[in-house]
């Protein structure tokens, strides 16, 4: 029998000008209105995804980037992917959606009661993306700059006092029994005395509870975090219920980004079993394998204005005007401040001696594509991909793959109109859902 494995999608550059710069810009939908996400969230459940999450930053950056994050949209506008969350449940029954959030922007009782009020609307459905982007302190008065590890203490303090919070009615508080009784006749709704006057005072937050918010019977939201570094994998060990991963799709570093977050989930006293993780993808389906050997061939030599747009779009996500520096010369790494992100930048140099290559070989590599057939790259068929999800879940105990692009009709149907099918004919994909919720779903198998 054929491992099965939960799929989702990553709504990469959040919830902003969606198909900018794309020829689908010109299907006219409106990325401001709910509209064009309920149509696409209703494909995505049909296809038997277990999961959408979008992708959040509340910040345009820093002064000397705030034109390359807007001028192509490459990092902003982005509207809040909490509020577009409602609209989403409202259109879908069994999909959970997983908003972004940053520890920075809401206060732990805020955010405890707006993520149960939430989890109640959407029959347990909601899932929350923590992320600890250090870069957006300044808007939020009070939140501390903070330095890489110490954002991440931060949001365990945070996630721990929601997590109190949502505990804070203990078990029976709840009656909710209209049967008359001599003393009673209205019946009784609550036990207030079983309710935990809570008092947080920890390093970075202070607060009382109890929540004013109902407790939960399908469980808490589910908890999802991305950073691969080794606090951000201790993160996610602690926490996460699903880790979204980026590695190279091959089993041994599979098997080995499994392995650390497993072991991390031990050591904080988890089951390695609770811990889903989701490796992202971004494959370019076409409709045959000479199609796709075309493709290849054609971005072997990417021209200047290709390499361009990269040094615009990598600016953007590594918060540093690249276009600004000599691009045949090496890239110094002293101009990246300590905020960004070592993963990002490891990518933009990839496996170059950044001593000695010139910063345009380095984009001009992100620009070629490569094959799914040969394992370089994820250029191919859809049975080609089905091929490699497959391979990855028998021989690497993969737990699925999130595909990562625009949420949008043309999108999704390019990427699971031919596949999902494949997928279901071999016993991969579900066919259907539990009802019990995200995180019931997330435990079917
Ligand atoms: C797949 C993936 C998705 C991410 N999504 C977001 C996001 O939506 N918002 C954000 O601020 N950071 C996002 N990040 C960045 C991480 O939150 C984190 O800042 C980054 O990975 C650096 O942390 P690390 O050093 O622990 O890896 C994402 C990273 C990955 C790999």
């Given at each position: 029998m054929t491992r099965q494995q939960h799929f989702g999608w990553f709504l990469a550059r959040g919830f902003g000008p969606h198909g900018w710069g794309h020829p689908y810009l010109d299907w006219n939908y409106r990325w401001t209105s709910p509209g064009l996400y309920q149509q696409?969230?209703?494909?995505?459940?049909?296809?038997?995804?277990?999961?959408?999450?979008?992708?959040?930053?509340?910040?345009?950056?820093?002064?000397?980037?705030?034109?390359?994050?807007?001028?192509?949209?490459?990092?902003?506008?982005?509207?809040?992917?909490?509020?577009?969350?409602?609209?989403?449940?409202?259109?879908t029954q069994h999909l959970g959606i997983v908003p972004t959030v940053n520890p920075a922007?809401?206060?732990?009782?805020?955010?405890?009661?707006?993520?149960?009020?939430?989890?109640?609307?959407?029959?347990?459905?909601?899932?929350?993306?923590?992320?600890?982007?250090?870069?957006?302190?300044?808007?939020?008065?009070?939140?501390?700059?903070?330095?890489?590890?110490?954002?991440?203490?931060?949001?365990?303090?945070?996630?721990g006092g929601i997590r109190d919070l949502w505990r804070s009615w203990?078990?029976?508080?709840?009656?909710?029994?209209?049967?008359?009784?001599?003393?009673?006749p209205q019946g009784r709704y609550a036990d207030g005395t079983k309710l935990r006057a809570l008092r947080h005072r920890g390093e970075y937050f202070e607060f009382d509870g109890p929540l004013n918010a109902l407790p939960f019977t399908e469980g808490e939201p589910v908890i999802v975090s991305p950073g691969g570094s080794g606090r951000g994998l201790g993160f996610a060990g602690a926490n996460s219920d699903v880790q979204l991963a980026l590695a190279p799709l091959d089993a041994a570093s599979i098997r080995n980004y499994r392995a650390r977050i497993h072991a991390a989930a031990l050591e904080r006293g988890r089951n390695p079993a609770d811990v889903t993780v989701l490796f992202a993808i971004q494959p370019v389906l076409v409709g045959s394998a000479e199609e796709a050997d075309r493709l290849v061939a054609a971005s072997a030599n990417p021209d200047d204005a290709t390499v361009l747009t990269i040094a615009e779009r990598q600016s953007s996500d590594l918060e540093t005007d690249l276009t600004s520096l000599d691009f045949d010369a090496p890239l110094d790494l002293g101009v990246f401040g300590d905020h960004v992100s070592r993963g990002s930048i490891a990518r933009l140099v990839g496996s170059h001696d950044v001593e000695t290559t010139p910063l345009r070989v380095l984009l001009a590599s992100m620009a070629r594509l490569g094959r799914l057939?040969?394992?370089?790259?994820?250029?191919?068929?859809?049975?080609?991909?089905?091929?490699?999800?497959?391979?990855?879940?028998?021989?690497?105990?993969?737990?699925?793959?999130?595909?990562?692009?625009?949420?949008?009709?043309?999108?999704?149907?390019?990427?699971?109109?031919?596949?999902?099918?494949?997928?279901?004919?071999?016993?991969?994909?579900?066919?259907?859902?539990?009802?019990?919720?995200?995180?019931?779903?997330?435990?079917?198998?």
């Open positions: 696409s969230v209703r494909d995505l459940e049909q296809a038997g995804l277990d999961l959408l999450i979008i992708e959040d930053a509340p910040s345009l950056g820093s002064a000397s980037t705030i034109d390359l994050r807007v001028r192509q949209a490459f990092g902003g506008p982005k509207h809040d992917p909490l509020l577009l969350a409602p609209y989403l449940f409202a259109a922007a809401y206060l732990p009782y805020t955010a405890a009661r707006q993520f149960a009020t939430l989890q109640h609307l959407s029959g347990h459905r909601l899932g929350l993306n923590v992320v600890t982007d250090t870069g957006s302190a300044r808007h939020f008065g009070s939140a501390p700059v903070l330095a890489h590890d110490a954002a991440y203490d931060r949001a365990e303090e945070w996630l203990d078990d029976g508080a709840l009656i909710a029994d209209p049967t008359p009784t001599a003393d009673r057939s040969d394992g370089s790259g994820f250029v191919g068929t859809a049975s080609e991909l089905a091929d490699l999800i497959e391979d990855l879940g028998e021989n690497a105990d993969n737990d699925g793959v999130l595909f990562w692009g625009d949420l949008h009709p043309v999108t999704v149907h390019r990427m699971l109109d031919e596949l999902v099918p494949i997928l279901r004919r071999r016993g991969i994909l579900r066919t259907e859902y539990n009802p019990g919720g995200l995180r019931a779903n997330l435990r079917d198998f």
